[in-house]
T-cell receptor, first 115, second 115 residues
Framework: AQKITQTQPGMFVQEKEAVTLDCTYDTSDQSYGLFWYKQPSSGEMIFLIYQGSYDEQNATEGRYSLNFQKARKSANLVISASQLGDSAMYFCAMREGFGNEKLTFGTGTRLTIIP | DSGVTQTPKHLITATGQRVTLRCSPRSGDLSVYWYQQSLDQGLQFLIQYYNGEERAKGNILERFSAQQFPDLHSELNLSSLELGDSALYFC??????????????FGAGSRLTVL
């Protein structure tokens, strides 16, 4: 079974609108972490936001917020007031268990912001 | 600049050849991770080193090997190259345990093309 599922291969959003990128995960561990990374066309991987499994509040970083629904095992990324520079691939990733540091990535969502 | 340095940025070689990819982690980071990103496999974890010791192993082929040196830089050796090894190879590093969310900071990647 896929550990991280991103069901939206591509999305087109009008500039200044909010966008939600979906991510569901599968783990039997109680301790885990969820991450979102952005990969622009230049290729580098840029860390956006992190949510720990024990964190009660949804994580926020500027225009990025993570809608964490533990019972549904979902960790959707919300980008408010989208900008042209937000056009990129977005990857959801998970770190499972205590002491395990590697990340497992989803297949990504290509977001295109339309002017 | 993420602080993780990868060389070379681009590499073109022929089938059957051997190449070495180099990575210098961020100052103070002890862990180094290698990931392969290809169109058909997505982002795949290859191997992790922590302070010179192998910590975790993923989908790394027997033709591939890696090591982390006393100065903490790491090298990924790819031998008997095949067309399917063409990919973007990322190195990432993370801070020592206890420093937060174990966020992986990625380098810009080394793009390998096997002809």
């Amino acid at each position: 079974a896929q550990k991280i599922t991103q069901t939206q291969p591509g999305m087109f959003v009008q500039e200044k609108e909010a966008v939600t990128l979906d991510c569901t995960y599968d783990t039997s561990d109680q301790s885990y972490g969820l991450f979102w990374y952005k990969q622009p066309s230049s290729g580098e991987m840029i860390f956006l936001i992190y949510q720990g499994s024990y964190d009660e509040q949804n994580a926020t970083e500027g225009r990025y917020s993570l809608n964490f629904q533990k019972a549904r095992k979902s960790a959707n990324l919300v980008i408010s007031a989208s900008q042209l520079g937000d056009s990129a691939m977005y990857f959801c990733a998970m770190r499972e268990g205590f002491g395990n540091e590697k990340l497992t990535f989803g297949t990504g969502t290509r977001l295109t912001i339309i002017p | 600049d993420s602080g993780v340095t990868q060389t070379p940025k681009h590499l073109i070689t022929a089938t059957g050849q051997r190449v070495t990819l180099r990575c210098s982690p961020r100052s103070g980071d002890l862990s180094v991770y290698w990931y392969q990103q290809s169109l058909d496999q997505g982002l795949q974890f290859l191997i992790q080193y922590y302070n010179g010791e192998e910590r975790a192993k993923g989908n790394i082929l027997e033709r591939f090997s890696a090591q982390q040196f006393p100065d903490l830089h790491s090298e990924l050796n790819l031998s008997s190259l095949e067309l399917g090894d063409s990919a973007l190879y990322f190195c990432a590093s993370s801070a020592p345990r206890g420093a937060g969310a174990n966020v992986l900071t990625f380098g810009a990647g080394s793009r390998l093309t096997v002809l």
